[in-house]
């Protein structure tokens, strides 16, 4: 791929199984990504040079998804005047409420775009990032044109399946 206008970061490699989601739909789209597993809690220094320098280094569009406390999202967004979409993981004693209201719970100045829980957020977040992206680039502004007209086309099929078995 070419230069990566998108990076998907998470906290954890154990969520690499839903994330991998959002590569996969950036993909179809082919939009370059880079995909990196950096802890807001554990690493924070990597995560604030990650997201101080990724302006410089050409992307566009961060995704961070992250558990638990999910400070992912907000660190990076503290670091990098780029829109961030955070990706709450559901999981722990909470199934991702925590992750969610963390991810969410923005204070003015920090905002951070919040996808939903389970496996339609990393595609949800792909998805709003294609749509960032296609503001400045028409062709792939057309891509999610002809996207929206095929979800249009399956719930049509849809009907018409369920109507023939009437």
Same mark, same amino acid.
């Given at each position: 791929?070419?230069?990566?206008? &998108? ?11 839903? *994330? ?10 082919? *939009? ?13 220094? *990597? @995560?604030?040079?990650? @997201? ?5 280094? =050409?992307?566009?569009?961060? /995704?961070?998804?992250? =558990? ?18 955070? /990706?709450? &993981? ?6 991702g409420l925590d992750?969610?209201? %963390? ?6 100045? /920090?905002? *951070? %775009? ?10 949800? @977040? ?5 749509? /960032? ?8 502004? @057309? ?6 007209? =095929? ?16």
């Amino acid at each position: 791929m070419s230069q990566p206008l &998108v990076g998907i970061i998470m906290g954890s490699d154990s969520d690499w199984s839903l *994330v991998q989601k959002a590569a996969e739909t950036l993909k179809s789209f082919g *939009v370059a990504f880079e995909v990196r597993v950096i802890s807001a809690h554990r690493t924070p220094e *990597v @995560a604030g040079e990650y @997201a101080s320098t990724a302006e410089a280094r =050409g992307l566009k569009v961060i /995704i961070a998804a992250a =558990g638990g406390a999910a400070h992912l999202g907000g660190v990076l967004a503290a670091h990098t005047v780029l829109p961030v979409i955070g /990706i709450p &993981v559901a999981g722990g004693a909470l199934n991702g409420l925590d992750a969610m209201y %963390a991810t969410l719970q923005m204070p003015a100045g /920090i905002p *951070v %775009a919040t996808v939903t829980l389970g496996s339609a957020g990393p595609v949800n @977040a792909a998805l709003l990032a294609v749509q /960032i992206l296609g503001t400045a680039d028409p062709d792939l502004r @057309a891509k999610f044109h002809d996207y929206k007209a =095929g979800l249009k086309q399956k719930v049509a099929e849809g009907n018409a399946k369920v109507n023939a078995c009437l």
